[in-house]
């Protein structure tokens, strides 16, 4: 399958995603918005948008970021984003692709580049990291999230003797076309290989089901338990749902 063929695969089973889904893009695109809060960037490269903006939930402190600049490779995906949006600006093209063009956009040095949920999807993650690391300038900071495999989730799965192990591809992985689930210490060990240093690093959302049992008990799962289950994330990041890593340039 070629990469085009792979994206527009991606595309189709994005936008037929449902369910508990977008939920966790609620809490994701949240925390998101509490770590820019916290970092004050008024510079960011996105990597990958999909087709829910988070540069259109800057309201609140929008005057803080005068340039918000978005790499995708997914022809819809663009054209989504523009018809949405005004703000940002968009480069067509995978980020390993981007990077001259991305450091011309920036002047040179992207304050803050956000790579949200990606870096477990691309057939090769060191490549990904790689470009992220040429687009840096020395004081460049890098967000990476993905799922995490040492999740409660899929700790009961393999419990249960549903999966082998807590590493093993789910169907939804494949659907997906992910081809590898991070722990903490992997998305660690692949961070610094690729020349990076690691500043924070933590973990969001407690789920304890898989999306589809979420959405099963939905009437139990009211806004205030998921409230909870953010806030547990954060407490238990080892066990929560999903993980996150700060990265600079070493």
């Known amino acids: 399958m070629s990469e085009q063929q792979r994206i527009a695969h991606y595309e189709q089973a994005y936008q037929a995603d449902a369910g508990f889904e977008s939920v966790m893009v609620h809490y994701r695109q949240r925390m998101l918005l509490e770590r820019l809060r916290d970092l004050n960037a ?104 993905v799922p995490n495999a040492a999740s409660m989730h899929r700790r009961l799965a393999r419990s249960m003797g549903l999966i082998d192990s807590i590493h093993a591809l789910s169907a939804r992985n494949q659907m997906f076309q992910q081809a590898r689930v991070f722990d903490a210490e992997h998305l660690r060990a692949v961070s610094l290989a690729a020349g990076f240093k690691l500043l924070v690093e933590g973990g969001y959302f407690l789920k304890p089901f898989t999306h589809a049992q979420m959405d099963a008990i939905s009437g139990v799962a009211t806004p205030a338990v998921l409230d909870g289950l953010y806030a547990l994330g954060k407490e238990m990041p080892e066990l929560a749902a999903e993980i996150f890593v700060e990265l600079q340039p070493a």
């Open 42 to 145: 008024a510079q960011v490269v996105e990597i990958g948008c999909g087709t829910d903006l988070l540069c259109d939930k800057l309201d609140d402190f929008a005057r803080r970021v005068r340039q918000w600049l978005i790499v995708e490779p997914a022809a819809d995906f663009v054209a989504r984003a523009r018809a949405l949006s005004a703000r940002p600006q968009l480069i067509q093209a995978f980020a390993e692709e981007a990077v001259d063009a991305v450091r011309q956009a920036c002047a040179g040095e992207p304050e803050l580049i956000i790579c949200s949920s990606l870096l477990h999807e691309v057939p090769d993650a060191a490549a990904l990291l790689a470009a992220l690391r040429r687009m840096c300038g020395p004081h460049t900071r890098v967000h990476i999230n």
